[in-house]
Structure formats: structure tokens, C-alpha cells
């Protein structure tokens, strides 16, 4: 019943869900190419590794058909939660923490991402743990796990360093024991080396951490205790050292097993380094850690050092870091209440459908579509097929590669040349999509994404507003993907 109730709420929040720009953008990677080498050619620098568009692409190449998009997460996911429900040691009340959470019933669900399928891995190791930890399978798996996303390349090293310590403290190792952790080890390498490959170097600059290539011991310390760049979204957007505190606290519940300790220590210790550093996080990339601590539990729920069950210290230490995870967990369940109330209020994840449907009107039809800030833009291609004109890029194409700085800083006037040149050269209407809103915007630069501006004045607003026409005000909504509808009067 706590499964049926969970599928049918995420059917629900499915059916009602818009794809936005970054489900959009590796579908359409994934797409790319004349072949799967040419496709990860394209991907190269973008972010991600490889795994999420060979599913993709595969996929595709069966059911040619745009579905195939949504379907795939959904699967992954369901997949991932029907093993944690019926698989896993945890009481009732726990696994229905999970499964009525914000990852757990809709960013891991609904939106059609690579996270989920880390989530399956690390839930399908922690099944099969005992039957493959002296095996080379243990590797295996990591080495898939490196590839779902950068931070679960963090995590998977963090598992191997749990099977180092692991060997360590249950008794003495033989030569086959140490060959095969080596053998293990060097999987994982592989894999997070194929990880790296199509990640580094990063493709936008603007995406990086301002922290990037700043580390002295100050800042690492720094790091480490910060509640605003990584895990500030994920105790219900606490800020400050509430984060940093309770989920150290919570790595405490493996105090009476110490490889998972050190490991809990390792994976939220690496995963803090990188968001400060180099990515700032997001709560999909948080909610990885929980998952992680989730399925670190699931392996030390029936091998607890049972001598260390005879300090009380121990006991108490674990019983804190116990109601801290319970408090991370509660946090997620508390969560999942933002998106249903916005769902039951109509509030659309993204207005590019909205925005689509507009464009698919006869007199539209056939219209160029340019937007700034550029990547509004990058949705589209999943609900239409017009060109798309990317205007700092000054070129047409389904994607935003943000490699020359040439046009980092535009400006009302750059729209509607752009607009002008491309309705006299190609004869087709123009859809300008908007997000800056000319009423409320006061002269200066405004930034736009990452680290783009355009410039507003009122007298570049009065050419704008007298060469176009105000079609639709498509907004709010749950994401950044919002804006006025304009059509250039040509």
C-alpha cells in the first residue's frame, strides 16, 4: 500500500510536470552526432558523464519518439524505489520518510535527470554487498557509479574507501583478499578516469565556482564548515552552520562500525570540497549524500561491531548521529510539500510549453525563436522544431555552448538588430522571448545567466516596444522559465 500510494502520487506530479531546459539540453546531446563517438564528442566539457546519454541515445534508437525521455527517469526511478521498499532492512516509517521525500517522490521521479540512476546503483550495491564485496563485481559497479555524475564519482571512491577499512578491521586479509581490492580499485579508477575525460575541461566557465583554483588551508577549512555554496538546500534551505553541523552529526550513526564512519566522513568531506570549490551545489546533487548514508546503513544493518556494544559511549554518540540522520530524512519529507502545493496551485514547472504552444499558431509557424537570456531557448526543441537563433552566439542551433565571451554583454538594440536581420534574410517571423520584464526594469546592466548581462535603457525600451508586439506575459513558475512573448512587427 505505501508503494501503490507513492506510485500513484508520482503519476500525478508526471503527468503535470514541463520539461525544462536542462532535461531538454541532454536529450538533445544525446541526439547529436551521426554516431555514439561523435555524440560524446559533443558532450565533452558539458558537465556530465557519458552514462545518462547512452541510455538516452540507445533508447531513442529503439522508440524514436520524445516520450522516451521522461519514460527513462521515471523507470530508473521506480526501479531504484521498488528495491529500496521491499529490499531493504529499514522500518516502515523510514522507508516511507524516502519515498514521500523531495527526492524521492519528484526531483529524482519527476525530472528527467542522471541522479536517479546513481541512486539505483548505490541501492542495487548495498542488495548485493555481501555477495560481491570480495569479488571483482565490487568495482564493477563502482566504476558505473563514477559515471552516472561527477558527485557520485566522489561517493563511489568514498565506497571503495569503506571496503579498504573494512578488510582492515574484520580480521586479516589474505593475498586473494588484497589482489581483488586492487583489482577493484583499479575499476574504479577506470571508471572515474572515463568520468573525467568527458567532463574536464568545463565547457562554461560561468557555471564554475568563483572558489575554483583558490584552495589554501584557510579555505579548505573554510570549506568544510560552509552552509551556503553546498548542502543549502537540503535542511529546508537553512543556511549558516545548522547544514555543516547536523550532517556531520549524522555520519555519528556509524560511530560503533568504523569503515562506515570513515567513509560517511570521506563522502561528505569530498562532496563539500567540490561544491565549494569547484561546482556550486544544487539539491539533486545533495540529496546524493542521503542516498549514500542510506545505503551505507543498509550494508552495516546486520554487521555492527557487536563488541562495541558494550560502551556506552559508543551508544549515545550513535543514538545523536541516528535522530540527526532522522532530521535529514524528516527535512526531505517536508520538502516534497513545495512542489505539491505549487502543482495543486497550476503553477507550471517551466512556461516552454506554454511558450510552444503560442508559437505553434499559424501565423507563427514557421517563426525564428530567440530569447535572451539564450538558454530559454534550449527547452524548446523538445515540444517544437523552429530554428532557434542564439544571440551571443550569433548563430542557430538546439544548444547554448557559451564559448566566446565576444557577446557577453548585449543589449536591447543587439535584440532587435538580430531580429530585423534575420526577418529580412529568411522571410519568417520573429518570436523574441524575454525574461527581463520592460516595466519593472530600471536602466543598468541586468544579468541575465551565469555571468551574461543585457544592457536596459528607456530609450532602447521605447525602440523595443515600437518595433515589437506583446503576444503574451507567460509566467510565473517553479524554475527561472519565465517570460514575455514578443513578435518583431518586420
Not at 500500500?1 to 503535470?16: E, P, R
Not at 552552509?227 to 555543516?244: I, Q
Not at 546592466?445 to 551574461?452: E, I, K, P
Not at 544592457?455 to 509566467?475: D, E, Y
Amino acid at each position: 500500500m505505501l508503494f501503490l500510494s507513492w506510485l500513484l502520487l508520482v503519476a500525478w506530479l508526471f503527468w503535470k510536470h514541463v520539461v525544462w531546459r536542462d532535461e531538454v539540453r541532454a536529450f538533445s546531446l544525446a541526439l547529436s552526432g551521426s554516431s555514439v563517438g561523435q555524440m560524446l564528442r559533443n558532450v565533452q566539457g558539458e558537465g556530465h558523464p557519458g552514462l545518462w546519454y547512452l541510455i538516452l541515445r540507445a533508447l531513442h534508437d529503439v522508440f524514436p519518439t520524445r516520450e522516451v525521455l521522461p519514460a527513462a527517469a521515471l523507470v530508473i526511478w521506480i526501479a531504484a524505489i521498488a528495491l529500496f521498499t521491499w529490499k531493504s532492512p529499514f522500518r516502515t516509517f523510514l522507508v516511507a520518510l524516502v519515498l514521500f521525500s523531495l527526492f524521492g517522490a519528484f526531483d529524482y521521479a519527476v525530472i528527467a535527470r542522471n541522479y536517479g540512476i546513481a541512486a539505483l546503483v548505490m541501492f542495487a550495491l548495498a542488495a548485493v554487498y555481501p555477495r560481491v564485496k570480495r569479488t571483482l563485481w565490487f568495482g564493477l559497479v563502482l566504476a558505473v557509479l563514477a559515471n552516472t555524475n561527477v558527485p557520485s564519482t566522489i561517493l563511489a571512491g568514498a565506497f571503495l574507501l569503506f571496503r579498504f577499512f573494512e578488510m582492515l578491521t574484520d580480521g586479516k586479509p589474505t593475498i586473494r583478499d588484497w589482489s581483488i581490492f586492487a583489482g577493484n580499485a583499479f575499476l574504479s579508477l577506470v571508471g572515474a578516469f572515463l568520468s573525467f575525460v568527458l567532463v574536464y575541461p568545463p565547457m562554461n566557465e560561468g557555471a564554475v565556482s568563483l572558489n575554483y583554483g583558490h584552495i589554501t588551508l584557510i579555505s579548505i577549512a573554510a570549506a568544510l564548515a560552509d552552509g551556503t555554496k553546498g548542502f543549502s538546500n537540503l535542511l529546508l534551505n537553512a543556511h549558516g552552520l545548522a547544514p555543516p553541523i547536523i550532517l556531520w552529526t549524522s555520519c555519528l550513526a556509524f560511530v560503533r562500525r568504523p569503515p562506515a564512519l570513515l567513509a560517511a566522513l570521506a563522502g561528505l568531506a569530498g562532496l563539500k570540497l567540490f561544491f565549494f570549490f569547484v561546482y556550486p551545489s544544487g539539491y539533486r546533487h545533495e540529496a546524493l549524500f542521503v542516498v549514500f548514508l542510506l545505503a551505507l546503513a543498509w550494508i552495516e544493518h546486520e554487521s555492527v561491531d557487536r563488541a562495541s556494544e558494550d560502551k556506552a559511549w559508543t551508544q549515545r554518540v550513535a543514538l545523536i548521529g541516528r535522530a540527526a540522520l532522522l532530521l535529514v530524512l524528516a527535512a526531505q519529507t517536508l520538502d516534497l510539500g513545495k512542489p505539491l502545493l505549487l502543482q495543486a496551485k497550476g503553477l507550471p514547472f517551466s512556461q516552454s510549453a506554454n511558450a510552444a504552444r503560442l508559437i505553434e499558431r499559424p501565423d507563427l509557424k514557421r517563426a525564428i525563436v530567440i530569447a535572451d537570456p539564450d538558454l530559454m531557448l534550449e527547452p524548446l526543441p523538445y515540444y517544437i522544431d523552429n530554428p532557434l537563433w542564439f544571440l551571443r552566439e550569433e548563430r542557430f542551433d538546439r544548444l547554448f555552448f557559451k564559448t566566446s565571451s565576444e557577446r557577453q554583454q548585449i543589449s536591447l538594440d543587439t535584440i532587435l538588430v538580430d531580429a530585423a536581420r534575420l526577418n529580412q534574410t529568411y522571410r519568417r517571423p520573429v518570436v523574441i522571448l524575454l525574461q527581463t520584464d520592460l516595466d519593472a526594469a530600471k536602466p543598468g546592466a541586468h544579468l541575465t545567466m551565469y555571468r551574461d548581462s543585457t544592457s536596459v535603457s528607456q530609450a532602447a525600451i521605447g525602440r523595443f516596444r515600437r518595433s515589437t508586439r506583446l503576444v503574451a506575459r507567460l509566467g510565473p513558475a517553479i524554475t527561472d522559465e519565465h517570460y514575455d512573448l514578443y513578435v518583431y512587427r518586420g
